[in-house]
């Protein structure tokens, strides 16, 4: 495989190696907030088994492996070592964090249900020292190195049932602290054109930026327990189930079976077992859990021991406003704002987010107000018509006007993309206005605004509308072309519902909805039931993989779809809608 590579990199103000943490030896800085039987994780194993890691465990596991991993490399030890590992979210995930931060590593997590091909893709623009697999990866790291790589990177695999795991005499203390402008990890995502993006964050400033995030948006502080349901392979995986509670000396739940947590009995088993005070998930989740409860059930119905959660967070996409005014009530929460977090790869943590000890917004599809330190403003609220032509902006695109800390340090891809304009404002390519409360609505990707006959249309938008009506789970809202209109509106729904009269009925409802709350400009050329809408990793829809479909009424079964998070659910729709 052939990649391009264009590096970018942001602006000099913008990379400021100025931080308030002055340690460069991270895993004592980390270390240091526990005392050796304290907890830093709770882990949930695949056999519903919840396993307390403490500070004595970790420490010897993390420096077993970092031996380990420097007797692989040894004569790489002339500069930073980088460590690519095919997991998910697990007990293996967190030492092996903490391993490459014993020896000052650059490290890239990938998600374990990758074809080997997309995982070569990765590796390819990465460029490792080493690869790590855990025992349920082993075959395919060992198969794609014989395939792709004629074994010339060192393999190792993670068994914490083999014995060399509870040997304290292999453990050496030579271990490298990170410098002033190392890496600290690569997180791919995926790339328009089909390959990925490489999102590589530094030290110490995203450090800092996880740790203040962490205790700003979600009020966790030393003891206090976080479930982060999301995959290691995602930013919020590391800077929210990992960087920022270890840094203020929270325990962090790992959750090793992600597709348990949309069951209620279970998330409400986990969530009592573990004591969690802040679950953050994804909104997908979110409705899959509002799709399987009745209208006025609760959590607390669900398991015999309590559940009291101080507050919940969620992310991936927008949540639409009937699905916050659900969750609020179904999980019974102490706060009442939900931790709507807006947030990018790029920035390496949340951005803006509700918070209750604010004025907590009237409307859940809000991400809150932002700060004044951001400069978060609307294009058009600084730049005049011609500035947005010339830089190519849509007038509600929302900049970054002051350097952030959490900002990403390089980006390799294939494609260029403007991220900061000419006067060095950061451009995160999402439509979106402040109300006149000063609360930020997002209005989805400045590339997905669709243009029908010269009238801008919002996809989000329409979604959002949508998603009101019962019965109707997900919305995805796409542009096919029009000779007369130049593109109309194409929109898919997925309902749990398999009456075909109850569907149509469905159908008829949408249609109306749109014309009562929207315009003529965005009814829909066609509407299409699709039960199982392809999703990401991080639980955002597909929406390419969507528009090709309506474009060419074509699917090729050829392409890599390893990157869906539902790719069997996908591929049945796809031959139902298709017949």
């Not at 993006?197 to 966790?220: C, D, P, Q, R, W």
Request: glycine share 6%; proline share 3%.
């Amino acid at each position: 495989i052939s990649i391009v590579s264009i590096n970018i990199i942001p602006p000099n103000n913008w990379l400021s190696t100025s931080s308030n943490i002055k340690e460069f030896d991270v895993y004592k800085l980390i270390m240091g907030n526990y005392q050796d039987h304290e907890i830093l994780f709770k882990i949930v194993k695949n056999n519903g088994q919840i396993k307390l890691l403490t500070k004595k465990e970790c420490e010897l596991k993390s420096k077993i492996l970092a031996n380990l991993i420097i007797n692989k490399v040894k004569k790489f030890t002339n500069r930073q070592v980088k460590i690519f590992a095919v997991m998910g979210a697990s007990e293996e995930s967190v030492i092996l964090m903490l391993s490459s931060l014993l020896i000052g590593a650059h490290h890239c997590i990938c998600f374990e249900d990758l074809s080997c091909q997309a995982i070569f893709q990765r590796i390819k623009i990465f460029n490792p020292d080493i690869l790590i697999s855990t025992t349920r990866t082993n075959e395919k790291i060992i198969s794609l190195s014989n395939k792709y790589l004629k074994n010339k990177v060192p393999l190792l695999s993670i068994d914490f049932k083999n014995t060399i795991f509870s040997n304290k005499s292999i453990v050496e203390d030579n271990f490298i602290s990170y410098e002033t402008n190392s890496n600290l990890f690569t997180l791919f995502t995926s790339g328009s054109t089909g390959l990925p993006k490489a999102v590589i964050h530094g030290v110490y400033s995203y450090l800092e930026y996880a740790k203040f995030s962490t205790n700003y948006f979600f009020g966790v502080k030393k003891g206090t327990v976080i479930f982060t349901a999301t995959d290691a392979g995602w930013i919020n995986g590391h800077t929210y189930a990992f960087y920022g509670p270890l840094l203020l000396g929270c325990i962090s739940v790992i959750n090793e079976n992600p597709t348990v947590i949309a069951l209620p009995l279970t998330l409400s088993e986990i969530l009592s077992r573990t004591n969690t005070d802040c679950f953050y998930t994804s909104v997908t989740v979110l409705r899959l859990l509002k799709s399987a409860v009745k209208p006025n059930q609760r959590i607390s119905e669900f398991s015999e021991k309590s559940i009291v959660l101080d507050r919940i967070g969620s992310c991936g996409e927008p949540l639409a406003n009937s699905v916050g005014e659900w969750a609020i009530n179904f999980f019974e929460t102490k706060r009442k704002s939900i931790v709507n977090t807006y947030f990018q790869t790029e920035t390496g943590g949340v951005l803006v987010a509700p918070r209750d000890e604010d004025i907590p917004p009237s409307d859940y599809s809000s991400v809150g107000k932002p700060r004044k330190e951001l400069g978060l403003v609307i294009a058009n609220e600084i730049m005049t018509q011609s500035d947005l032509d010339k830089e190519g902006l849509d007038p509600n695109e929302i900049l970054l006007c002051k350097p952030c800390k959490g900002i990403f340090k390089q980006i390799i891809s294939d494609k260029h993309t403007n991220y900061f304009t000419e006067n060095g404002y950061f451009r995160l390519h999402d439509i979106g206005y402040i109300n006149d409360k000063g609360y930020l609505f997002i209005g989805g990707r400045s590339d997905d605004v669709i243009n029908v006959a010269g009238h801008k249309v919002s996809s989000s938008e329409i979604e959002s509308i949508c998603m009101v009506l019962e019965n109707v789970n997900e919305v995805c809202a796409v542009a096919v072309s029009d000779k007369i209109y130049g593109s109309r509106i194409v929109l898919y729904f997925s309902s749990s519902i398999e009456d075909n009269d109850i569907i149509l009925d469905l159908i008829a409802k949408l249609k109306n909805l749109i014309k009562v709350k929207l315009s003529q400009y965005h009814k829909p050329k066609k509407i299409y039931h699709f039960k199982n809408l392809p999703k990401t990793k991080s639980g955002k829809i597909m929406r390419r993989i969507m528009r090709s479909i309506a474009e060419t009424s074509h699917f090729d079964r050829k392409e890599d779809y390893s990157t869906l998070a539902n790719r069997e659910l996908f591929l049945e729709s796809v031959k139902k809608l298709l017949s």
